[in-house]
């Protein structure tokens, strides 16, 4: 009955058997054992290309090192107003990187269009500003909408005239292929992202993400982020608990049937709302969350009835978001949505 969020929910069986199968004997710390190289190989087969992957414990620090590996202190990162590096972050990304600046554009359905960003963009090559750097998207949205391959490619193109990289924050990653029915390249690098946040707590790990860069050359950079993630207190020095989490994620497609669940569960609930207040959802669902106007009463109802979910102004009386995970039940969903509908007589 816990709407609150896709972190709520604890990690999968099958992560936390990962985690104790990998509890045996004694292994290489700070990366340089099994668990972790095998990565290199799961990594470049889900994204079809060999890739840099570097394992972190939370989604703050794959973002704020990610963009600091592509931004110089002076630089801009350029996202969407809502996005998780501007808003819930604490200036991880501007800590990071030495001073970046964050520049928080507007855009409908919680994606960038790329004609703000370039009109973001002043003075560039002027050695009194601060100069285009990033641009970094979140897919799945921070509320819940997808980035069709084509929007992330014309982002790309903007960035490219301006010799910025593209950055995906993938916590949600897993909710965005399984709904996309793309493949994880066609969503990453071949619509021209450099690097992505790729996530597993929210979907299923304990605490594991994995940070991977694509661009070209990688040598330097990936040594970049080695360096960037020891010195900002981000090598783990029992890595292979990290990456046996990862490895159990992707092993028979855990992390898509579980964000399939969760996305489903999302549909569900949206419908059912839908049918009981005959109200629809602010923006549509497309992945694992969703915005509504409840009504007043009925929120207050739900919330008396122990069910919980977080207000959120800005969409109507009684605003509310609700996130759907991979241990999301149906029973949870109908229970909500009967409770819904009695609320409203
Ligand atoms: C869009 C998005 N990005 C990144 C994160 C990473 O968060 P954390 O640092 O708590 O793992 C979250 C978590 O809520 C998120 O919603």
Redesign the pocket.
Known sequence: MDFRSD?VSGAHPAVLEAIAAANHGTAAAYGDDDWTRRLARRFADLFERPVTVMPVA???AA?ALALATFTPPWGSIFCHAGA?INV?ECGAPDFYSGGARVVAIDGAHGKLPPAAVEAAIHREGDVHANQPAAISI?QAT?IGTLYRAEEIGALAEAARRHRMIVHV?G??FANAVASAGKSAAALTWKAGVDALSFGA??NGCLAAEAIVLFSEPPPERAAELAWRRKRGGHLISKSRFLAAQLEAYLADDLWLRNARHANAAARRLASGLERALGVAPAEPVEANEIFIALGAPVAKTLRTAGFLFHDWPGIGEGGARLVTSFDTSDEAVDALVAAAGRARG
């Open positions: 972190n939370t989604g703050t973002n998780h819930a979140s921070e924050d916590a949600r707590t929210k």
